[in-house]
């Protein structure tokens, strides 16, 4: 009798956990009998919420600031010297063996230099750039977005179904070379580290890469057709965004000319607010002086 009546009990527990929820706001956290739902406003910082109405913007406003702040740490650039692919597609030149050649001109007279992964890591110049050495990527940072899921993702099953889906769907990639994984739950963020020591070249970092993000983008190489979506528990992640951050054995030598329009638009303006408020300070000062004149030649009149 004793067992059915806690049976009874665990069923009605679960049955209350599962209606334990916020209608109003998907962020908020909530457990308890009876129900209570939170929403984070900053660090160690909770708000009690009536999910019968509509939240607070103030509180909503906060939550959002917060997990920007969370989102704006998280990911990224693994060093400083890492960069992306901002070229795309283009049509390389190869060595027999499908590696890179270290200098591309994509049949045109200009020219520039590429790492292992075939990514531009220098300005470009005209067919007298000298590249001297395929310079080898060791480090790729993978830097993926999924879908939203019913119910919360078991953050501590991450790394182990990141390697495994990786293992299994990228020809037996050795699990053993990605380092790190880190799980964002706010903003479903997954950050992988695939790294391999400096010096090893039997391992091509890029070739995985490059067939994740096909996958992801919805364009897998693979015949079968099948994305890359890994199994975090009972749960299937399909993903929606990538970046790729690029780590070479040896810094890239982008120059100012690097820099995008809109950052070069920015210095301008910039620049032309200085140059106008040193000529409006000129102007003001010498009319100042001028007035200055003139007064005190009134007064010397009048002596």
Same mark, same amino acid.
Not at 224 to 243: A, Q, R, S, Y
């Given at each position: 009798?004793?067992?059915? #009546? ?7 527990? !679960? ?21 209570? $739902? ?8 909770? /708000? ?6 509509? &939240? ?33 597609? =283009?049509?390389?030149?190869?060595? +027999? *063996? ?6 591309? $001109? +994509? ?18 110049? *005209? ?8 310079? /080898? ?11 939203? !899921? *019913? ?10 179904? #990141?390697?495994?889906?990786? +293992? ?7 699990? *053993?070379?990605?380092? +790190?994984?880190? =799980? ?5 963020? &997954? ?8 010096? /090893? ?40 965004? #990538?970046?790729? =951050? ?20 920015? #210095? ?30 009134? /007064?010397?009149?009048?002596?």
């Amino acid at each position: 009798m004793k067992m059915w #009546i806690a049976l009874v009990l665990a069923t009605l527990a !679960v049955g209350a956990s599962a209606q334990c929820s916020c209608s109003s706001m998907k962020y908020a956290t909530c457990d308890g009998t009876p129900c209570t $739902c939170t929403l984070l406003v900053g660090k160690n910082m909770k /708000e009690t919420l009536n999910c019968d109405a509509l &939240i607070p913007k103030c509180f909503l406003m906060k939550n959002e600031m917060f997990r920007a702040s969370i989102a704006g740490r998280f990911g990224g650039k693994p060093v400083e010297t890492a960069f992306v692919d901002n070229d795309g597609l =283009y049509d390389p030149e190869c060595e +027999n *063996d499908g590696k890179f050649k270290a200098k591309q $001109c +994509n049949k045109t007279e200009e020219c520039w230099c590429v790492n292992s992964a075939g990514v531009r890591r220098t300005d470009k110049g *005209d067919k007298n750039l000298k590249c001297d050495k395929l310079v /080898e990527t060791y480090w790729v940072r993978l830097q993926l977005r999924h879908k939203p !899921v *019913d119910g919360e993702v078991d953050a501590s099953k991450m790394k182990d179904a #990141i390697k495994d889906a990786i +293992n299994k769907r990228y020809s037996n990639f050795n699990k *053993d070379m990605i380092e +790190n994984v880190e =799980y964002d739950k706010d903003s479903r963020m &997954i950050v992988v580290d695939v790294k391999k020591p400096k010096g /090893e070249r039997k391992s091509d970092l890029a070739n995985m890469a490059y067939y994740m993000e096909k996958d992801v983008k919805d364009l897998p190489l693979f015949k079968d057709g099948v994305k890359f979506e890994p199994m975090v528990g009972n749960k299937k992640l399909e993903m929606k965004d #990538i970046l790729v =951050y690029y780590v070479d054995e040896e810094a890239p030598t982008f120059t100012m000319k690097n820099l995008s329009g809109g950052i070069i638009a920015v #210095i301008v303006v910039v620049v032309l607010a200085v140059v106008i408020g040193l000529l409006i300070l000129f102007f003001y000062r010498r009319r100042e002086q001028q007035r200055y004149s003139k007064t005190h030649q009134r /007064e010397m009149d009048a002596m």
